[in-house]
């Protein structure tokens, strides 16, 4: 299989794992802690909703 279709296959995937890396991540931070840990899983986060977002519209976009 291609990255491509691992991608198409997994973008669902991605967008659960970026929603539970950013809920960590705040809990960190509202916890109080201020080291470059939560800003970390926040930044993973972020990239693992990219990659979410690009499968998805891959998956359901056009077929051309």
Do not use: E, N
Not at 53 to 63: A, Q
Request: net charge positive.
């Amino acid at each position: 299989m291609t990255p491509r279709a691992w991608l198409k296959r997994l973008a669902f995937s991605f967008l659960i794992i970026g929603f539970v890396l950013f809920w960590r991540g705040q809990k960190q931070i509202q916890s109080g802690d201020h080291s470059t840990s939560p800003y970390l899983w926040l930044s993973a986060a972020v990239a693992c909703v990219v990659l979410g977002m690009i499968g998805v519209r891959l998956r359901h976009g056009s077929r051309s």
